[in-house]
Structures are given as C-alpha cells and as structure tokens.
C-alpha cells in the first residue's frame, strides 16, 4: 500500500520560512520523480514545484521562483519543500505528489499517481 505523509505545515508571519516533509512508502522512491501542489479554498490546485528521481533537475511555478527550494533524501523516502520569504497568497493546503515518470518535472495535476492528504499553510499579516 503506498502512503504519501506530508507534515511540517502551519500558521506563519508574513516574511517567515516554513519546511514541508512528505514521505513516502509502500514503493521504491527513487523510482519517482515529486511534486508540491497547492490549493486554496475555491481555487484548484496549482502546481509548486517538482523534481526528478536524483533531485538534479527541479521545476518551480513562477511565483515561487526564488523563494521555495524542492529537495529530496532517497535515502530516507523523503521530499522536502523549504519556503522562505513567505506571503499571504502562500496560504493554501500543500499536498506531495509522486510521478512514476521519474524523469519529468511535470506540472499538472493528472501526470501524478500517488498523492498526499495535504498539510496546511496559513501566512498571516
């Protein structure tokens, strides 16, 4: 049975980091590639950021650009998603995902096979 944990969410400043962690079980991670998607109440869900099997390639939305850093450990099935600099518009419940493309850095919702439960972020002003 494969399981996506994420955790590390909460409530936050505006200008303060936050590191997300989402492991994975159940399958051989660095058989993936990973993904952070985010969705906030009445929005859909939004690409983040992703990366491929080794981390030597990442993609980033372009309004985190900058500012969030996708990272992985193989070793220990672990993706990470280090926020900095953090907004409001940040606000969302952020969910892992993994791709069984372990190659690509995909960016939409339907190339993912395995998803999280989410964790919440909340940047309050």
């Known amino acids: 049975q494969v399981q996506v944990v994420e955790s590390g969410g909460g409530l936050v400043q505006v200008g303060d980091s936050l590191r997300l962690s989402c492991a994975v079980s159940?399958?051989?991670?660095?058989?993936?590639?990973m993904g952070w998607f985010r969705q906030a109440p009445g929005k859909e869900r939004e690409f983040v950021a992703s990366?491929?099997?080794?981390?030597?390639?990442?993609s980033y939305a372009n309004s985190v650009k900058g500012r969030f850093t996708i990272s992985r450990d193989n070793a220990k099935n672990t993706v990470f998603l280090q926020m900095s600099s953090l907004k409001p518009e940040d606000t969302a419940a952020y969910y892992c995902?993994?791709?069984?493309?372990?190659?690509?850095?995909?960016?939409?919702?339907?190339?993912?096979?395995?998803w999280g439960q989410g964790t919440q972020v909340t940047v309050s002003s």
């Open positions: 990366i491929i099997w080794n981390g030597r390639v990442t």
């Open positions: 995902t993994a791709d069984q493309n372990r190659w690509a850095t995909a960016t939409r919702v339907v190339d993912y096979e395995y």
């Open positions: 159940g399958v051989t991670f660095d058989n993936y590639a």
